[in-house]
């Protein structure tokens, strides 16, 4: 499971349809841009929901990234992102057969969504498989890559 983590001063998912609706918005916090792959089990979705909960990327009062999310009351928006599995080694046109199959990538993203909000981060959310348009404002800039293949204890194939 591979996560894009972006501290964020804004952030909103607008779903591309007729009425270009928002379905998430948050302020301070995290946009995460969420991958599922195809080897990826439920330790991986609570390993990443976890480490994300407690990253100390916000600044504390001497200026150093010192904080986290719960410390600075920041939420959490997540947006399922199968791109983050393309393969762009042979050729121009990415290849995307690392990437979980929806049917599989909806329970773990529905799983990390819940360990998220269990560890007392709010959590607003793109819609799963749709076309959407995603707005942020990158507060540093700080973007931060995380992927469980790295977790302790992972068997990797």
Same mark, same amino acid.
């Given at each position: 499971?591979?996560?894009?983590?972006?501290?964020?001063?804004?952030?909103?998912?607008?779903?591309?349809?007729?009425?270009?609706?928002?379905?998430?918005?948050?302020?301070?916090?995290?946009?995460?841009?969420?991958?599922?792959?195809?080897?990826?089990?439920?330790?991986?979705?609570?390993?990443?929901?976890?480490?994300?909960?407690?990253?100390? &990327? %916000?600044?504390? !009062?001497? =200026?150093?990234?010192?904080? /986290?999310?719960?410390? +600075?009351?920041?939420?959490?928006?997540?947006?399922?992102?199968?791109?983050?599995?393309?393969?762009?080694?042979?050729?121009?046109?990415?290849?995307?057969?690392?990437?979980?199959?929806?049917?599989?990538?909806?329970?773990?993203?529905?799983?990390?969504?819940?360990?998220?909000?269990?560890?007392?981060?709010?959590?607003?959310?793109? &819609? %799963?498989?749709? !076309?959407? =348009?995603?707005?942020?404002? /990158?507060?540093?800039? +700080?973007?931060?890559?995380?992927?469980?293949?790295?977790?302790?204890?992972?068997?990797?194939?």
């Amino acid at each position: 499971m591979r996560a894009c983590i972006q501290r964020v001063s804004q952030a909103k998912v607008l779903l591309r349809d007729e009425n270009n609706r928002a379905s998430g918005e948050i302020a301070a916090g995290f946009l995460i841009l969420l991958g599922i792959g195809r080897e990826d089990v439920d330790e991986d979705a609570r390993y990443l929901a976890k480490k994300i909960s407690g990253l100390r &990327v %916000f600044e504390d !009062n001497a =200026g150093k990234m010192n904080l /986290n999310l719960e410390q +600075v009351g920041g939420r959490a928006l997540v947006v399922s992102q199968f791109t983050l599995y393309a393969d762009c080694v042979k050729g121009n046109r990415p290849s995307f057969t690392d990437a979980a199959p929806p049917d599989m990538a909806v329970g773990l993203y529905r799983l990390f969504v819940e360990e998220l909000n269990s560890l007392g981060v709010s959590t607003e959310e793109g &819609v %799963f498989q749709a !076309n959407m =348009g995603v707005s942020l404002v /990158n507060d540093g800039p +700080v973007t931060i890559w995380l992927d469980s293949i790295n977790r302790p204890n992972r068997k990797k194939n």
